[in-house]
T-cell receptor
Framework: GQNIDQPTEMTATEGAIVQINCTYQTSGFNGLFWYQQHAGEAPTFLSYNVLDGLEEKGRFSSFLSRSKGYSYLLLKELQMKDSASYLC??????????WGAGTKLIIKP | IAGITQAPTSQILAAGRRMTLRCTQDMRHNAMYWYRQDLGLGLRLIHYSNTAGTTGKGEVPDGYSVSRANTDDFPLTWASAVPSQTSVYFCASSDSGAAADTQYFGPGTRLTVL
């Protein structure tokens, strides 16, 4: 079967750095997405990785290792508004997104 | 309107009733999707449409039906609601179904079936 694993919940301090990991086992791989979802709202796109390595976009970076079936989302200079759930999703061989359950990130002052 | 809209925002429904959730996008995207999101689970694909006039089944299609008569609209319907369909439903769209295409989500419909 297809599986995406991420930690259920993480806590970090305002101004710090946090890394959210995602491991996957899917039938085929056509890229990995990270989305942010604030409570009661829709998911919004953060990043897309299809090649190994690090993609940096402002305070957010995303890393991919296809051989290890592993990705992480790195958030720097954490702000209170970063409190949200972070969803990892892999596009499989049928070009459908397979979603992890999400990691709830709690930011403390 | 800009982006994707969904209606209703929330609904309480008696079991056995018929229901249609509406989804409209104004981005001229070819592909559209319906997901449900349940606590502790990832988003699960119900049905999708890669282009107007075509639809396909996702991971959890049973009990639901869709139609895609034009590019903009993608309603989700079920004939007889059951309590297990209590969930938050999201409609999404993307330019096509290609690998790098980003999916954009509507605000969601919170549905309770009693």
């Amino acid at each position: 079967g297809q599986n995406i694993d991420q930690p259920t919940e993480m806590t970090a301090t305002e101004g710090a750095i946090v890394q959210i990991n995602c491991t996957y086992q899917t039938s085929g791989f056509n890229g990995l997405f990270w989305y942010q979802q604030h409570a009661g709202e829709a998911p919004t796109f953060l990043s897309y990785n299809v090649l190994d390595g690090l993609e940096e976009k402002g305070r957010f970076s995303s890393f991919l290792s296809r051989s290890k079936g592993y990705s992480y989302l790195l958030l720097k200079e954490l702000q209170m508004k970063d409190s949200a759930s972070y969803l990892c999703a892999v596009k499989d061989s049928n070009y459908q997104l397979i979603w992890g359950a999400g990691t709830k990130l709690i930011i403390k002052p | 309107i800009a982006g994707i809209t969904q209606a209703p925002t929330s609904q309480i429904l008696a079991a056995g009733r018929r229901m249609t959730l509406r989804c409209t996008q104004d981005m001229r995207h070819n592909a559209m999707y319906w997901y449900r999101q349940d606590l502790g689970l990832g988003l699960r694909l119900i049905h999708y449409s890669n282009t107007a006039g075509t639809t396909g089944k996702g991971e959890v299609p049973d009990g639901y039906s869709v139609s895609r008569a034009n590019t903009d609209d993608f309603p989700l319907t079920w004939a007889s609601a059951v309590p297990s369909q209590t969930s938050v439903y999201f409609c999404a769209s993307s330019d096509s179904g290609a690998a790098a295409d980003t999916q954009y989500f509507g605000p969601g419909t919170r549905l309770t079936v009693l």
